[in-house]
């Protein structure tokens, strides 16, 4: 979703038990949640179910979703604007 110059992007956290799940990006082997930008007509439960999916393979489904909101913008170093927005999984 893109509002006035500022992208929307989802950064997901999933915890499974005390572990949680992150990513070594493969750019610059710096650690991340997994995320990215959310598309035209996605809400934040798609855009964080699909991205999950692109980036790790993994299948959840919207029960594991335990909380998300809208986040807080940013400029990123190259003068984008994104809007973060966590969204919080937990696997039993």
């Given at each position: 979703m893109k509002e006035k110059d500022t992208f929307d992007v989802v950064q997901t956290?999933?915890?499974s038990g005390e572990?949680?799940?992150i990513a070594q990006?493969?750019?610059d082997d710096l650690w991340e949640f997994m995320g990215g930008k959310i598309k035209e007509g996605?809400?934040?439960r798609e855009a964080?179910?699909?991205e999950l999916n692109e980036e790790t393979d993994l299948e959840l489904k919207e029960e594991d979703l335990k909380n998300f909101r809208r986040g807080d913008s940013y400029r990123s170093s190259k003068d984008e604007r994104f809007r973060l927005n966590p969204?919080?999984?937990e696997l039993e």
């Open positions: 956290i999933v915890k572990d949680f799940l990006r493969s750019d996605e809400d934040l964080a179910l699909r969204v919080f999984f």
